[in-house]
């Protein structure tokens, strides 16, 4: 699949202040999703972006659907222990048929 | 609502021995896939299914099979495990077209000695 370029790795931050991840390709995509992965769980849906520009709010998360199609970025507003975990950008392929995904950043938060 | 089952959670194998790892959703999904996780690596697709009877390779098919006949199961086999294949294997479902996000199980850990 096309390489999803995912930044930072990792992130180390106290409780209460806010992140930023992003996610960029070389190649344009019809959808970008953003999943979190709990330590020992799989992965699960946070936010899913269909449209350029499009920006969506899943409580204090927010993300956005790069205008070229190439780019999302995700934020997450006054962190709390218990979003620590990796996040993980996907794009579903044309075909839908199966996912591809950004190697994650692993987000840590100190109390 | 069971979601995405697989199962087992943990399992260790001896390099040459074979084995199927099981996945089984209950939403009546057409697509599912297995993925597989490795420490820096992210989630690369193994084998992906587009309905029962059909399923095709991902990026990293090499050392598995797959078969498709019913729509809720989706088994992945080893015919004859390496240390390379150890790592923590996911199942993932999704409804048709691009309008869905995949719904994942909780993986099955594989160590390979």
């Known amino acids: 699949g096309q390489q999803l370029n995912q930044s930072p790795q990792s992130m180390f931050i106290q409780e209460g202040e806010d992140v930023s991840m992003n996610c960029t390709s070389s190649?344009?995509?019809?959808?970008w999703l953003w999943y979190k992965q709990d330590p020992g769980e799989g992965p699960v849906l946070l936010i899913a972006l269909y449209k350029a520009g499009e920006l969506t709010s899943n409580g204090r998360l927010t993300a956005q659907f790069g205008i070229t199609r190439k780019d999302s970025f995700l934020n997450i507003s006054a962190s709390i222990p218990s979003d620590v975990g990796i996040y993980f950008c996907a794009e579903r392929s044309n075909s839908g048929y199966a996912l591809n995904f950004g190697k994650g950043t692993s987000l840590l938060v100190t109390p | 609502n069971a979601g995405v089952t697989q199962t087992p959670k943990f399992q260790v194998l001896k390099t040459g021995q074979s084995m199927t790892l099981q996945c089984a959703q209950d939403m009546n999904h057409e697509y599912m896939s297995w993925y597989r996780q490795d420490p820096g690596m992210g989630l690369r697709l193994i084998h992906y299914?587009?309905?029962?009877?059909?399923?095709d390779q991902g990026e990293v098919p090499n050392g598995y099979n797959v078969s498709r006949s019913t729509t809720e199961d989706f088994p992945l086999r080893l015919l004859s495990a390496a240390p390379s294949q150890t790592s923590v294997y996911f199942c993932?479902?999704?409804?048709?077209?691009?309008?869905?996000?995949?719904?994942f199980g909780s993986g099955t850990r594989l160590t390979v000695v």
């Open positions: 993932a479902s999704s409804g048709k077209g691009s309008n869905y996000g995949y719904t």
């Open positions: 190649s344009i995509f019809n959808t």
């Open positions: 299914s587009v309905g029962a009877g059909i399923t």
